[in-house]
């Protein structure tokens, strides 16, 4: 494999016009679309709202009352706790913000209605509050006891808006718990009275924000990650196209006759690719930050973290070029180029690369999901705003196994030994 390898970087290296145009254009494109576009990503329209029905079977008042009258020892804690304080009221100051109002739009209704809706497509998921909800949240925080209680998200389909419910959802999951935590320790400390600490007064009792709020991601950090994407992508068709260049000059058949086994071949064009377009993806990117700042003040651990997803996205062009070089050896050239161009430009509009997801039709975001760049752009857009290693590897191995697919069905259709 390693001949072929070093063989192949060198005929990248040696292709510097071409080398040139991938890096150069993107960062013009980022540039142009950053400043032209900028109301596509930053401001908050209808198309990105989602309608969420919330249905709320609890009672909040009565809570209170029950667990006055069954937890005696409660009452002196409760007396510090205020309206605002309560999990409901919590829950829906978090909604009432102004970033997430701009993503999510709640209609409270009954049970029936939501699921009715739901099914009529009329909203896109319903959030249940189920009964007896803030009696275990508060018996939970107040006195440690019991398991707790648990906000239900229902969706018909999983999407990128669902999922960015969810994890707002996870958010006030991790504050309450986190305020659970707070209050049993100053209970368990002092016998007065103890009050649940409001959101704004987190950071001066734990040194953290309350309620994780997502940052937004400006025009320049979209386009510049989608829009590299996009071009590492293109890397596949352009290795692809020099193994044809290689075929028609009967380059393979010397390389067989040497009685070297045709998959090392594939490999050498697989592992080339792979390095290359992780090599141009990173340089891009860094490129435009240094000239825009587009990710300001983040630490080593988000650019490793962008090192590592655009290592899968290489996996995935690699993957491409290897199912695009099995089948030029095997199908008339024109024919894997022209189908394989117009698969990458499908790809690139349903991906989000080219607009975000949300200014699509429903049918196409759906589509764009499912393609590899796609897949990987809403990977690092969750990086962008999260920097959760939890979420980052779940929806990465999604992408490894479209990847590994992808490599294995190459193998598999590139010719053997006297084939070609």
């Known amino acids: 494999m390693h001949p072929f390898f070093f063989k192949d970087v060198l005929i990248f290296w040696r292709s510097r016009r071409e080398l040139l145009v991938s890096l150069i254009v993107p960062i013009i494109l980022i540039v142009l679309l950053g400043f032209t576009l900028p109301s596509w990503v930053e401001n908050k329209s209808d198309l990105q709202q989602m309608a969420v029905a919330l249905v709320n079977e609890d009672d909040e008042a009565g809570a209170v009352h029950q667990l006055r009258q069954h937890e005696p020892q409660s009452a002196a804690l409760l007396e510090g706790l205020q309206t605002a304080d309560l999990p409901i009221e919590m829950f829906m100051k978090l909604f009432s913000q102004a970033e997430i109002q701009s993503m999510v739009n709640i ?27 803030t009696y275990a949240v508060l018996q939970r925080m107040l006195l440690h006891n019991g398991d707790g209680a648990t906000i239900e998200l229902s969706a018909d389909n999983v999407s990128l808006r669902v999922n960015t419910l969810q994890d707002i959802l996870g958010s006030f999951a991790r504050e309450l718990n986190l305020q659970s935590a707070i209050s049993y320790a100053l209970a368990s400390s002092s016998a007065h009275a103890v009050t649940i600490a409001n959101p704004e007064q987190m950071e001066s009792i734990g040194g953290n924000e309350a309620i994780d709020t997502f940052p937004m991601i400006t025009s320049f950090q979209y386009f510049a990650l989608a829009l590299s994407i996009m071009f590492a992508l293109m890397i596949s068709l352009s290795a692809a196209g020099k193994a044809a260049v290689e075929l028609r000059g009967h380059v393979i058949h010397r390389i067989i006759l040497s009685g070297v086994h045709p998959v090392r071949y594939l490999a050498g064009k697989l592992g080339s690719t792979f390095i290359v377009s992780w090599l141009q993806f990173t340089t891009v990117v860094l490129i435009t930050h240094l000239l825009l700042n587009v990710f300001p003040d983040r630490s080593l651990t988000f650019w490793l973290g962008i090192a ?19 089948l030029l050896f095997r199908v008339n050239e024109n024919i894997v180029t022209s189908l394989f161009t117009l698969i990458l430009m499908v790809f690139s509009v349903i991906g989000g690369n080219v607009v975000p997801l949300y200014a699509l039709p429903e049918l196409l975001q759906r589509a764009g999901e499912w393609t590899p760049n796609g897949q990987l752009l809403a990977v690092f857009m969750q990086w962008v705003r999260q920097e959760d290693m939890a979420v980052l590897f779940s929806a990465l191995f999604k992408v490894a196994i479209s990847a590994l697919a992808m490599l294995v069905l190459a193998v598999w259709l590139f010719p053997r030994r006297g084939k070609i």
């Open 107 to 133: 209609l409270e209704t009954d049970r029936e209605t939501a699921f009715q809706a739901l099914q009529d497509e009329a909203v896109e998921a319903v959030i249940t509050i189920p009964e007896g909800f």
């Open 308 to 326: 590592f997803i655009a290592a899968f996205l290489s996996l995935s062009v690699a993957a491409l070029t290897g199912l695009c070089t099995a």
